[in-house]
């Protein structure tokens, strides 16, 4: 989940006038209940991914190098808690249970988080940078259509934390050190790629409020030429991000 990022991670469209219910806020986008589904679960998903985030993180400090690099993913996990802690707090001023909103995500990201356990210290910094970021830019994607209160707490939980600069520094450093685990990373990353896009698709195919809001279903959703677009714009800012980390898309 979102925490490493660098300016270039901005994909979604330039600003426009928002209308409908980007224009609106909570109180009133919340009576139509297909978008209060979609909204609920979007924030469970954040939520889930955000205390997912918290405990890599703390694992993954085992693999770090010295202990001033220990140190900086335990800072990195405590923003992700907080994160976590604006997410459930919200859910819960909506009258909504925490738990009971993040549960329908927790065995997909479980099964992702699986998937691509890094089997050292250079694998976990392109994850962190690379695959969560992934995650982040479909997130402000979506923003763009939410209500202003929503699309606000969103957008902060998504807000760049300073911390993309440290991996970019240590992957670039061990390439320089060692040209050859460029190539492996690069695999990676490319994997950590495909296994964020379909773990996406199939969480939102199998929530029916949020597949209904991004193919414009409710309010001012995504048509799906829109979802075309916003992939390639993903696409996009990832190739950037490997560029930064000194690796081939």
Request: aromatic share 6%.
């Amino acid at each position: 989940m979102p925490f490493m990022e660098t300016p270039d991670n901005a994909t979604a469209p330039e600003e426009t006038p928002r209308t409908g219910i980007a224009a609106q806020d909570w109180a009133t986008a919340s009576t139509e209940p297909n978008y209060h589904a979609a909204v609920v679960d979007l924030l469970g998903a954040l939520a889930y991914g955000e205390l997912a985030a918290f405990e890599r993180l703390a694992e993954d400090a085992k693999l770090a190098p010295t202990l001033a690099d220990k140190a900086e993913l335990a800072k990195m996990a405590s923003a992700e808690f907080h994160h976590f802690e604006r997410l459930r707090d919200r859910l819960t001023a909506i009258d909504e249970e925490p738990t009971a909103a993040m549960e329908p995500f927790a065995k997909a990201l479980d099964d992702f988080h699986r998937q691509t356990a890094p089997s050292d210290w250079l694998e976990g910094l392109v994850k962190a940078y690379v695959g969560d970021s992934i995650a982040s830019d479909f997130y402000r994607e979506v923003a763009e259509r939410l209500d202003s209160d929503t699309r606000a707490l969103v957008l902060a939980v998504l807000d760049d934390t300073g911390h993309g600069n440290f991996a970019v520094e240590k992957v670039r450093a061990a390439i320089e050190a060692d040209p050859r685990c460029g190539g492996r990373l690069a695999l990676w990353a490319r994997r950590l790629m495909g296994e964020a896009l379909s773990q996406a698709q199939r969480v939102v195919a199998d929530r029916d409020a949020l597949s209904t809001m991004l193919v414009g279903g409710v309010a001012d959703g995504f048509d799906l030429a829109e979802v075309g677009r916003m992939f390639s714009r993903i696409t996009e800012a990832h190739t950037k991000r490997m560029a930064a980390l000194g690796l081939a898309a």
